[in-house]
């Protein structure tokens, strides 16, 4: 009863330390409503209604897509100003051109929890759509700014907790081989 006490710790412990954690920190001058579409390492905005992000009313002005990001706290990308194009025009329901190099990438069958908190919203700032295996892990955050009129900045932080299925990391070779030895010594014990 001992040992299987001792097996279930074990392997509590494993698991719990191969987690890990992606945040997107995303700034963006809205007017309007529109989409950000994360897929794989791109990303992409869908405008819906009037400006397109990063397109005030005044037409000799433009601001960037300002992105970050860490992976267990570790930043990969700092800060990175993006300036869309917008091939179909800046208005109503157009595709921007695509952000690439998104890192860490969105993960994909891992995914455990995705969660938003909104840093600056003048309006609605959520989660349209999360990812899954239904959607390709794509997942899009909706920036409305419908309601008060004129632009706004936004800023959006996405949290995403991962449960990593590829090479254990150091704590848990660590912590596997504590109990190994400790579930040794205590069978031996026993005999």
Request: glycine share 10%; charged share 10%.
């Amino acid at each position: 009863m001992r040992f299987a006490r001792l097996l279930a710790l074990l392997t509590i412990l494993t698991a719990t330390a191969s987690a890990s954690l992606i945040t997107f920190t995303v700034d963006a001058f809205i007017d309007g409503r529109s989409l950000l579409i994360f897929q794989g390492d791109t990303l992409q905005w869908h405008n819906l209604t009037y400006n397109a992000p990063g397109i005030p009313s005044n037409p000799n002005e433009d601001y960037p897509t300002i992105i970050t990001s860490t992976l267990n706290s570790v930043v990969q990308i700092n800060a990175v100003s993006w300036y869309p194009d917008w091939p179909g025009g800046t208005s109503s329901d157009v595709y921007s051109s695509t952000f690439t190099g998104l890192n860490p990438d969105m993960p994909g069958a891992e995914i455990v929890s995705v969660g938003i908190a909104p840093l600056q919203a003048r309006y609605i700032l959520g989660i349209l759509q999360s990812p899954n295996a239904g959607n390709g892990y794509t997942l899009i955050l909706d920036f409305n700014d419908d309601a008060p009129g004129g632009g706004a900045w936004y800023g959006a932080l996405v949290s995403i907790e991962t449960a990593d299925a590829g090479v254990p990391e150091p704590t848990s070779i660590v912590l596997a081989g504590a109990g190994l030895a400790l579930l040794y010594w205590w069978r031996r014990r026993e005999a």
